[in-house]
């Protein structure tokens, strides 16, 4: 039985980290063996920190040890399961580094303080039982590649910047190296170069960085009225000033249904439709993935969100749990519903109530069986139902570029995700609606403090960064020989349900053929929504805006393979085997778009983008990591003579930095109106 509370400092009930978790609170890692298809497991040594580093890699260490003598079974390599985060590599050979020292010293392993280092194999560091004798040559190569390892640590761990968390190291790496698969797949053509364009606008986090010229408002003879102020607004009658930066935009007064609920009897699924029978029909499929979540947007009168959370909150006992008033938290869910726009396309009721009914099924996988608390699953089942409210149906990028209210409110930083987060927040004061009423304090606190850390994670901006947090926990847990993520903290529970609710955010790829295609038409017809905005007021058009250049099917393979299937392929990791049958589904998606695509032009073709349209794609970085970086590459002496210790790759050709501050996808923020990508998932 699990305490309806995680304390956010102390963990479940309380209990300090220190004493560890129950057994049952502990997800169990598997190192079996699995696909590894996506570019984060290249053992291209482009990719590599350094070029001591390929030994480093798994895949490459095992393939060495197999050609050395068989005398020398020391345990450098995972076996199958690859390792790729900096900080698990550095721990594995360390590890390793201790084995070979056992070896060397025939100084017996003490288990009093450290458990011994277990492989993938079930082989530890001495477990052969070899004995080597001081100058022979197996002694001699063993000795020298032991120093050659703790070399290598200590110039990892020399390099590590004290004020970053290791998960850092991860992300900078990541980016790295998805700015190079991108430099290389815009090089195929004009579309390439769009959509590299878009992906790393839209999921890396683009550190600041201004020079002061950059800010100045630069003349442009071909585009006059794009150096004029531009301010559009909602489609909502609004006076010319908006409202007081105090007040929450969005929010209407309480509308009339809202207490409509009279009666004793709730309507069976909390919509009133006269086909109730053929809902309750498609609702019982609720734990099934690929729902034909549009057809009950039919059956419930346009009402899918409240159907959909009424009923997986029922199912799941959460109102009992939670004391959660059935008529409150349908008063709450029909408010919630009207303050999500119908006219979106896709950021709609209709998505938010895909992506509650996705978390739903992802926290019924046998992996996570009793790891989370009730307080847990209702706040991430929660944040997924309110994690769009709002939504204007333009990307945050526009609402910066256009110095809107919400994105002078919130300073630039995550506008739309904050603003999901007060609207709700905001929505729940509403006389009649507060789901939370019976909570203690505690308790209220810790679910608020959760949900506004799910819902900001799922800012497409923040995608690496998640994904290394996620990819080294993992990681360093199975290095270490436990096999078990215990998840006996705030953090590591935290980041795991942030990754679940992202996973759901960006599923569509991974649900039957028929689902994806239509939600790709809808994502698309929004951004070219905001694309004819973009043209009517003067503004560069953003990267897969323009609907009279744009290739879907080109995008949707790239999105997959830079994007989404690293994603998934680390969750799968997490809950293995329980999500092959997604991946099989995203595999069979991504081949069918791939053969989708329309034939190449000639090469000459890509020759005759006009310089200006050629982009220059760069991880922009603070200057303590460019730092850290040139440190790693200083070895790459074939880069270093082509970049100088820079982190950045030419696309499409060389091109000059503008005045603005230059041609960037992924980089520094621009000034003005430069091109940039949608956010949301396609």
């Known amino acids: 039985m699990f305490p309806s509370v995680f304390d956010v400092e102390n963990g479940q009930g309380a209990r300090s980290p220190l004493e560890g978790g129950s057994p049952s609170a502990g997800l169990v890692l598997q190192n079996l063996p699995q696909r590894r298809e996506s570019f984060l497991y290249r053992s291209d040594s482009d990719f590599e920190m350094s070029p001591k580093s390929m030994s480093r890699n798994s895949s490459i260490a095992s393939e060495r040890f197999k050609e050395q003598d068989a005398s020398m079974l020391i345990d450098r390599s995972h076996g199958e399961d690859l390792i790729v985060t900096p900080f698990a590599q550095i721990l594995a050979s360390l590890r390793s580094v201790r084995n070979n020292l056992l070896s060397l010293t025939n100084v017996p392993a003490s288990n009093k303080s450290r458990r011994p280092a277990q492989s993938s194999s079930g082989r530890s560091g001495n477990a052969s039982g070899v004995q080597l004798a001081q100058g022979d040559e197996a002694y001699t190569r063993l000795a020298t590649d032991t120093i050659e390892e703790l070399d290598w640590c200590l110039d990892q761990l020399e390099t590590i910047q004290t004020h970053r968390s290791v998960s850092d190291m991860a992300s900078l790496k990541f980016k790295r190296m998805l700015n190079k698969e991108l430099s290389h797949f815009s090089e195929s053509s004009r579309s390439g170069n769009q959509i590299s364009e878009y992906i790393c606008s839209t999921f890396l986090d683009k550190q600041q960085?201004?020079?002061?010229?950059?800010?100045?408002?630069?003349?442009?003879?071909?585009?006059?009225?794009?150096?004029?102020?531009?301010?559009?607004?909602?489609?909502?009658?609004?006076?010319?000033?908006?409202?007081?930066?105090?007040?929450?935009?969005?929010?209407?007064?309480?509308?009339?249904?809202?207490?409509?609920?009279?009666?004793?009897r709730l309507p069976t699924f909390g919509v009133e439709t006269p086909r109730e029978d053929e809902l309750g029909t498609q609702l019982?499929?609720?734990?099934?993935?690929?729902?034909?979540?549009?057809?009950?947007?039919?059956?419930?009168?346009?009402?899918?969100?409240?159907?959909?959370?009424?009923?997986?909150?029922?199912?799941?006992?959460?109102?009992?749990?939670?004391?959660?008033?059935?008529?409150?938290?349908?008063?709450?869910?029909?408010?919630?519903?009207?303050?999500?726009?119908?006219?979106?396309?896709?950021?709609?009721?209709?998505?938010a109530a895909d992506v509650t009914q996705s978390t739903n099924v992802l926290l019924n996988t046998p992996a996570l069986e009793g790891v989370f608390t009730p307080l847990e699953v209702g706040g991430a089942l929660f944040a997924a139902c309110i994690h769009d409210v709002d939504h204007p149906g333009l990307t945050n990028q526009f609402l910066v570029n256009s110095s809107s209210e919400l994105a002078l409110m919130y300073n630039d930083e995550s506008v739309l995700e904050n603003h999901h987060l007060a609207v709700a927040f905001k929505l729940l004061q509403n006389q009649g609606c507060d789901i939370f009423c019976n909570m203690q304090k505690k308790q209220r606190q810790t679910l608020r403090k959760m949900v506004i850390d799910i819902v900001l994670s799922t800012d497409m901006s923040k995608h690496m960064s998640l994904l290394a947090d996620l990819k080294t926990m993992v990681e360093t847990k199975k290095v270490a020989g436990s096999g078990v993520l215990l998840l006996d903290n705030y953090t590591d529970r935290i980041q795991v349900l942030e990754n679940l609710v992202h996973c759901a955010d960006l599923s569509n790829p991974t649900k039957p053929l028929t689902l994806y295609k239509r939600w790709v038409a809808l994502l698309m017809e929004e951004f070219f929504l905001q694309g004819d905005k973009e043209r009517e007021n003067g503004m560069d058009i953003s990267a897969m805006c323009d609907r009279y250049n744009s290739t879907i099917e080109k995008s949707q393979v790239g999105f997959i393979d830079y994007i989404v299937h690293p994603l998934w392929e680390t969750w799968a990791d997490l809950v293995h085997p329980d999500a092959q049958d997604i991946l099989d589904t995203l595999e069979e998606n991504r081949d069918y778009y791939q053969s989708m695509i329309p034939p190449s032009p000639p090469p000459s073709a890509a020759d005759d983008i006009p310089q200006d349209e050629k982009i220059r794609f760069q991880v922009t970085l603070e200057e303590s990591d460019q730092e850290n970086l040139d440190e790693l590459e200083e070895c790459d002496e074939s880069e270093s003579r082509g970049d100088a210790g820079s982190s950045t790759t030419t696309g499409t050709g060389t091109t000059a930095t503008n005045a603005a501050g230059g041609g960037l996808a992924g980089g520094g923020k621009p000034s003005g109106s430069q091109n940039q990508a949608p956010h949301g998932g396609m």
């Not at 006059?224 to 006076?239: E, F």
């Not at 993935?289 to 039919?298: D, L, M, N, Q, V």
């Not at 959370?309 to 199912?315: K, L, P, R, W």
């Open 209 to 264: 960085e201004f020079d002061l010229p950059s800010l100045r408002v630069e003349e442009n003879t071909d585009h006059p009225t794009s150096t004029q102020p531009v301010n559009p607004q909602y489609p909502r009658s609004r006076s010319p000033r908006g409202p007081p930066m105090s007040q929450i935009s969005g929010v209407k007064r309480p509308l009339s249904h809202t207490n409509s609920f009279t009666g004793e």
């Open 284 to 351: 019982g499929e609720l734990d099934t993935w690929g729902i034909e979540i549009f057809k009950i947007g039919e059956l419930s009168c346009n009402r899918p969100l409240t159907c959909v959370a009424y009923t997986i909150f029922q199912s799941r006992e959460l109102l009992t749990s939670l004391m959660i008033p059935p008529k409150t938290f349908l008063n709450f869910m029909t408010t919630l519903e009207d303050h999500y726009v119908k006219d979106n396309p896709f950021h709609n009721s209709l998505h």
